[in-house]
């Protein structure tokens, strides 16, 4: 009975194997195909209309990746949270985080080694600007074509880390259940 399960976990984890590379070959074209359509992108407005000039001192994210961990197995799976800022908390809320300031005593004399820090949220009336906007307003298509190939590219990178995630569960099973067919 203990070898069918090793036989089932061995051909589990081939085939997880089998779906992260394909996953990493699959993400791999998305970026080649976004880092070309930007390349595009650059000769047709000029190198100096797509650059990091015209990137925003303050931008915002527009995806957050979230991670959850299913209790009886504790397998994470990540996924990807659109316009996270705006849905999914309200004005008047606002947290605070613990930040450690220095490492030598000599920087602390004075100071506490924990300073609050107030972490502000976005109005629900605030709309998260699409990055396109800032190269103008008629954009060339492979400048689209490039936005939309790195989100792909994002989404293939949450499916990858699950896929991971996966087959180290599994591998961790397998490890388990090998000592429990040896002989010891």
């Known amino acids: 009975m203990a070898n069918v399960d090793l036989d089932e976990l061995s ?5 997880i194997v089998a779906n992260i590379d394909k996953k ?22 000029g190198v100096d209309r797509v650059s990091a000039l015209q990137y925003p001192t ?19 799976t990540f996924s990807l949270i659109q316009n996270f800022n705006v849905e999914n ?14 490492n030598s005593d000599q920087e602390m004399k004075g100071f506490t080694a924990v300073d609050d820090v107030k972490v502000h949220t976005m109005d629900k009336q605030q709309k998260i600007e699409d990055p396109l906007l800032w190269f103008g307003v008629l954009v060339p298509t ?21 896929l991971k995630e996966e087959f180290k569960h599994k591998a961790e099973l397998y490890k388990v259940e090998i000592k429990h067919t040896r002989p010891q």
């Open 142 to 162: 492979p400048l689209r074509q490039a936005q939309k190939c790195f989100k792909r590219a994002l989404e293939t990178s949450c499916e990858l880390c699950t």
């Open 24 to 45: 990493k070959l699959e993400q791999e074209k998305y970026l080649q195909e976004g880092y070309l359509c930007l390349a595009k992108a650059r000769y047709s407005m």
């Open 58 to 76: 303050d931008m915002t994210a527009t995806v957050a990746v979230s991670c959850k961990q299913h209790e009886k197995s504790k397998l994470s």
């Open 11 to 15: 051909l589990a984890l081939l085939e």
């Open 89 to 102: 908390e309200s004005p008047e809320e606002s947290t605070t985080i613990l930040r450690k300031r220095g």
